[in-house]
Antibody, heavy 115, light 110 residues
Framework: QVQLQESGPGLVKPSETLSLTCTVSGGSISSYYWSWIRQPPGKGLEWIGYIYYSGNTNYSPSLKSRVTISVDTSKNQFSLKLTSVTAADTAVYYC?????????WGQGALVTVSS | QAGLTQPPSVSKGLRQTATLTCTGNSNNVGNQGAAWLQQHQGHPPKLLSYRNNNRPSGISERFSASRSGNTASLTITGLQPEDEADYYCSAWDSSLSALVFGGGTKLTVL
């Protein structure tokens, strides 16, 4: 069974860059789309973007100017960078398998933006 | 970005049937259909169905999905205490080239 695990700093200062990595185990990262989705505390889900294992990406129009998703097939990992963060970016960040339909999800990583 | 519309809350009795709705437009629900996710407090979402009524392996037949026009529905029969959770719909929006979500429905099993 595919498992996903997010890792990265839990606290980021305003105006800095949020960086998270998702490690995929129990299956190959190849031949699939991989997504990042976030959920502010007590609120709903927001799609950030996805990457195909070959490197093609698609980002949310509202975050596009600040987001970069990359993939490292040799490590079975994909990553998220979100620049110029503010308190509004505080959320649980999930990595997941799939692009248009997301089936497997990581446990989520809470990232707080605060000085 | 534009999202899908879900009622904030639904309450039903034990062993009853609940039907949750998700309204979008012709670019998303009406085009590609919807997926449904269940999320218990403190846990990641779990996929219940996709493209209207395809269930992943291991999902109970008590969960069934359908679509009529731009509105998708999730019907849960024989409600159990463990069905109490937040339910989200999602759909690919071909106009936005983005995955859009509903705001979620909190299902309470009385």
């Amino acid at each position: 069974q595919v498992q996903l695990q997010e890792s990265g700093p839990g606290l980021v200062k305003p105006s800095e860059t949020l960086s998270l990595t998702c490690t995929v185990s129990g299956g190959s990262i190849s031949s699939y789309y991989w997504s990042w989705i976030r959920q502010p505390p007590g609120k709903g889900l927001e799609w950030i973007g996805y990457i195909y294992y070959s490197g093609n990406t698609n980002y949310s129009p509202s975050l596009k100017s600040r987001v970069t998703i990359s993939v490292d097939t040799s490590k079975n990992q994909f990553s998220l960078k979100l620049t110029s963060v503010t308190a509004a970016d505080t959320a649980v960040y999930y990595c997941a398998r799939g692009g248009m339909i997301v089936d497997y999800w990581g446990q989520g990583a809470l990232v707080t933006v605060s000085s | 970005q534009a999202g899908l519309t879900q009622p904030p809350s639904v309450s039903k009795g034990l062993r009853q049937t609940a039907t949750l709705t998700c309204t979008g437009n012709s670019n998303n629900v009406g085009n590609q259909g919807a997926a449904w996710l269940q999320q218990h407090q403190g846990h990641p979402p779990k996929l219940l169905s996709y493209r209207n009524n395809n269930r992943p392996s291991g999902i109970s037949e008590r969960f069934s999905a359908s679509r009529s026009g731009n509105t998708a529905s999730l019907t849960i029969t024989g409600l159990q205490p463990e069905d109490e959770a937040d339910y989200y719909c999602s759909a690919w929006d071909s106009s936005l080239s983005a995955l859009v979500f509903g705001g979620g429905t909190k299902l309470t099993v009385l």
